[in-house]
């Protein structure tokens, strides 16, 4: 979930912590730039009605901002990601590894030095 | 005085049942507020019945606490059922008002002035009409305005929005002419809500055209209503 409340270690990629939807407009945003709603769609080729209600919670949660564009008499909105990929990744590395240690104190920091040491 | 003599008596007779009765009338009125802010019609009507039930429970167990006469009771009954009438009719009444508030909602005049005119054009009814963020499309009426999302504004063209405004504007003309009653009624037990839905898609449908209807109502099914 967006919240990074749950994770799923068993999962592939980002949807350890995304849902595979929010993961696909999350990476597609990372790539794209900025994107309306209807390039969102076909890009993740995910129907509107499962992609709009993961927008609404993406923006909500701060992953993305979008703005309502109004051209010609048409009302569209357009996204961009809040953070880049590398930004995401970071809160992502710091709020997990932030609960390692609260679980597990000193062992955690000798297992993370154990890892470095063996890359 | 009668009313104050049986104050008095209020005072005398249950002193030890006070805190309870006091209990059961701030569970009612919190079962109460919980049926009007509930959205689903089944939990709605099962809040607002538990309510009454423990206000009448509440009322007979005053009854046969009390030793004197039983003239308060029935006035203190009257007058929780006149404010709980008053409210919930207020509160029907004003429910756009919160909507807009707790949506953000923004008039469309500001975005698309066309729609506010062609509704103003619409219904005897002077319906204002408003646009909230969210990507998700929906349209829905409540007091004497219509709210539309954004998601919804991006997803119709004109035409199928124009069936989509006129859908809605029949919901607020038709609530302006239905008694008070049946619209409680209607909020309750929503078993003629097909009928009601039925009835505005017609009128959508003769306004702009039942091919406009018929594409809105594909491309958002069950999101208007």
């Known amino acids: ?119 | 005085m009668n009313l104050l003599s049986e104050l008095n008596c209020y005072g005398t007779c249950f002193t030890l049942s006070a805190p309870f009765i006091a209990l059961l009338v701030v569970i009612s009125i919190a079962l109460l507020s919980a049926s009007l802010m509930l959205r689903r019609p089944k939990q709605k009507l099962i809040t607002f019945v538990s309510s009454q039930a423990v206000v009448f429970l509440s009322v007979a167990l005053t009854f046969y606490l009390m030793d004197c006469s039983y003239m308060l009771t029935l006035y203190l009954y009257l007058g929780y059922a006149i404010t709980s009438t008053v409210l919930i009719f207020g509160v029907l009444r004003y429910y756009d008002r919160i909507m807009v508030r707790r949506l953000d909602a923004k008039p469309m005049g500001s975005i698309m002035k066309w729609a506010q005119e062609f509704v103003d054009n619409l219904v005897q009814v002077q319906a204002k009409l408003y646009y909230f963020d969210s990507a998700i499309p929906r349209a829905f009426a409540s007091g004497k305005s219509i709210f539309v999302s954004i998601g919804l504004l991006e997803l119709l063209n004109d035409e199928e929005l124009k069936a989509v405004l006129a859908h809605e504007a029949w919901h607020i003309f038709n609530n302006s002419q239905t008694p008070y009653p049946k619209q409680l009624a209607f909020m309750t037990f929503s078993s003629s809500e097909s009928e009601f839905e039925n009835m505005a898609d017609r009128f959508a449908a003769e306004i702009a055209g039942r091919g406009a209807l018929t594409s809105a109502r594909s491309k958002v099914d069950k999101v208007f209503i």
């Open chain 1, 1 to 119: 979930m967006v919240k990074l409340d749950q994770i799923n270690i068993s999962n592939d990629g980002l949807t350890k912590f995304f849902s595979p939807i929010e993961a696909s407009i999350l990476k597609t945003l990372w790539n794209e730039g900025e994107m309306t709603t209807s390039e969102l769609t076909e890009k993740t080729k995910i129907p509107l009605t499962s992609v709009a209600g993961t927008l609404d919670r993406l923006v909500k949660a701060g992953y993305a901002a979008r703005r309502m564009e109004n051209v010609n008499g048409r009302v569209r909105y357009v996204y961009e990601p809040v953070f880049s990929e590398e930004e995401a990744a970071n809160e992502i590395t710091t709020k997990i590894l932030d609960s390692l240690v609260d679980a597990f104190g000193p062992l955690a920091l000798a297992n993370f030095s154990k890892y470095s040491d063996k890359k």
